[in-house]
């Protein structure tokens, strides 16, 4: 018989990105006594890896627990970017209700609306958060009306339209249930949890059943599966099945060697569990996220949706340039496999595949930041390795036509700019589906545009708009092919020989566009060292050495002037890089480069290539 289990609450943080999800879950910490009042706390302590503190935001979903009034509350906070959707879908398994968290100026953006639907079909019970309601420009009773839209379009049921309205500032550490309210501190919403979201049930009386939802991996114990008790009891030493609902052949008995319960932000080892408890289960080499962990007498699989299919797909190669081996630790094709499969073992929404060489792999992924995150991972990791342009995975429906992904994208810019970015994302095939005034004299733009279309367009974005637009994208599934697309309209400039920078070289290959090194570094005959304003590719030798001559000239032995180069990120990097090109990745630094070095080559293949179109 199904039972409540009334002292816990399981409750996942959803929002769209930026709008303080990590915040809110400190000050829960925090007012629930989960740090000593002494204690130093490091801002945003659950985004615990140095890429999530330094880009302000959250990849991977964590597990905290907190005590409020003898009720142990589990929050899994959840990333908010589109790339990250993989995991916002599988921790909604674990839990009965979900926080939605609103910046009360932006209000509902694309991930908002991807994340509750998610909520929504998985019927849980939802709390709307109106946070930094101290924000000057705050604009809650709008923000209430556009949620409470987004929920009629999203179908919801009248018990889902009923949710409470908690306003608050995260930043700040209070919570209120009415804005004109005292604020005082998060009581309000730790209320607001325990009336609202229901109490896990389940049936002890049958045998176990764990749903895998997340994988934690731990050098030292191996895989680490965390999921929700939903029948049963658990326990240290138990024999068991994995089962899985898509894998109707699976089959395998395992025993359960550790089990840990999550309190405040440590692991605690329990001897056993039960229903609605949530749990990290280590000893069990071969599990995977949808495994249901059964007891032997009654393998039932618990159902759960598939995770989402990549969309974008990079080469990762070994590093074969003639400064290969010189900066990183780990170079060899055997070093970059185990890493790309090792990486397997946490991000379920990507895919590494062999290819015909030895010396690369295809990696698949959810975007270009997704897999952005893994090539800056490994650089700091000491790997030296080289990737090609980011080209997206195409479909084929029954009558053999070609499909490829399609984004919406919603743009928000000042109005002056409007004109600018429809003209570069009609030519980039998007379609405009809608323009609307938004405040602050700010148009809302929104696009249907290939995901191909995308790649490499924000740095442009970012300059057309001088900094001022906003643009969000979110996945809309597979749509007829566009036809073709011209990324770059700039060639590249090729450094000419090998050797090392001079000032002189680099000043007569300025005139000819904008440079990426400056003096003194190593170049190779193959490497682009800058932009050039026209179409096609330039070759200058930046190693050249002023001519010494017995006359002097007045005036012509002056210093000469280099202007400063444009030292490209990881994303400008990858976003410049064309197909024939790559990016040469080490520890120190990011160097691009031609796929062919040499330029009799390079010239024949390009030949070789127009007359075969």
């Keep these: 018989m199904k039972t409540k289990r009334e002292d816990i609450r399981n409750i996942a943080i959803i929002a769209h990105v930026d709008h303080g999800k990590t915040t809110l879950v400190d000050e829960l910490l925090k007012q629930s006594g989960v740090f000593r009042q002494n204690q130093e706390v490091a801002e945003r302590v659950m985004d615990s890896n140095d890429i999530e503190r330094e880009r302000g935001i959250t990849i991977l979903s964590k597990n905290t627990a907190v005590f409020y009034k003898n009720t142990k509350i589990n929050i899994i906070d959840t990333p908010g970017h589109a790339d990250f959707g993989g995991e916002v879908e599988r921790v909604l398994k674990m839990v009965n209700g979900v926080i939605l968290v609103v910046d009360a100026y932006e209000g509902a953006m694309p991930q908002t609306k991807f994340v509750l639907k998610k909520a929504l079909e998985l019927n849980l019970s939802v709390i709307v958060c109106i946070n930094k309601i101290d924000r000057p420009e705050a604009r809650p009773d709008e923000v209430i009306d556009e949620v409470l839209e987004l929920f009629m379009d999203l179908d919801a049921s009248d018990e889902q339209l009923d949710c409470p309205f908690v306003y608050a500032s995260a930043k700040a550490g209070y919570a209120m249930l009415d804005p004109n309210d005292k604020p005082e501190n998060m009581v309000p919403l730790f209320e607001t949890i325990l009336t609202s979201i229901p109490a896990p049930e389940g049936d002890p009386e049958l045998g176990t059943q764990v749903l895998i939802s997340t994988i934690d991996y731990n050098d030292y114990v191996g895989r680490i599966g965390v999921g929700k008790v939903d029948n049963g009891v658990i326990r240290v030493n138990q024999d068991a099945v994995i089962v899985n609902a898509h894998e109707p052949d699976k089959k395998r008995k395992v025993k359960v060697s550790k089990l840990y319960e999550f309190d405040g932000l440590n692991k605690v ?70 890493r790309l499969f090792r990486e397997l073992n946490t991000d379920v929404s990507l895919r590494v595949e062999d290819t015909d060489s030895t010396d690369s792999f295809k990696v698949s992924g959810r975007g270009e930041l997704h897999l952005s995150v893994l090539i800056e991972n490994m650089r700091r990791e000491g790997y030296e390795f080289a990737v090609s342009k980011a080209e997206v995975l195409y479909h084929t429906d029954e009558q053999g036509h070609k499909l490829e992904p399609m984004e919406l994208a919603y743009i928000d810019v000042p109005e002056e700019f409007s004109g600018t970015i429809i003209q570069a994302l009609s030519e980039r095939k998007g379609e405009l589906k809608n323009m609307l005034p938004a405040s602050g004299g700010y148009v809302r733009l929104e696009f249907s545009i290939p995901s191909r279309g995308l790649i490499g367009y924000r740095g442009e974005f970012m300059t057309s708009t001088k900094g001022n637009g906003i643009i969000n994208t979110i996945f809309d599934g597979y749509g007829p092919y566009k036809g073709d697309i011209s990324y770059r309209q700039q060639g590249s400039l090729i450094a000419f020989e090998s050797g090392e ?113």
């Design 269 to 338: 080892e329990v001897n056993e569990a039960s229903i609605g408890s949530i749990v990290a289960i280590s000893g069990i080499t071969d599990i995977h996220i949808g495994d249901t962990l059964c007891s032997v007498e009654n393998p039932e699989p618990i159902p759960f949706q598939k995770i989402s299919e990549p969309t974008i797909a990079m080469q990762f190669m070994v590093n074969d340039s003639p400064l290969a081996g010189k900066e990183g630790k780990y170079v060899t094709s055997r070093h970059l496999r185990d």
């Design 501 to 613: 920078s001079i000032t002189y070289g680099l000043y007569n290959a300025q005139e000819r566009g904008i440079l990426f090194i400056g003096a003194g570094e190593q170049v190779y005959a193959g490497m682009v060292i800058g932009q050039t304003g026209r179409t096609e590719d330039i070759e200058v030798n930046v190693c050249k050495k002023k001519q010494l001559t017995n006359t002097r000239a007045s005036g012509s032995d002056d210093a000469l002037r280099l202007t400063a180069p444009k030292i490209l990120s990881l994303e400008q990097a990858l976003e410049f890089i064309d197909t024939d090109e790559l990016l040469e990745v080490t520890p120190k630094n990011l160097r691009i480069r031609k796929k062919i070095l040499d330029p009799t080559l390079r010239k024949r293949a390009a030949n070789n290539a127009k007359s075969a179109k």
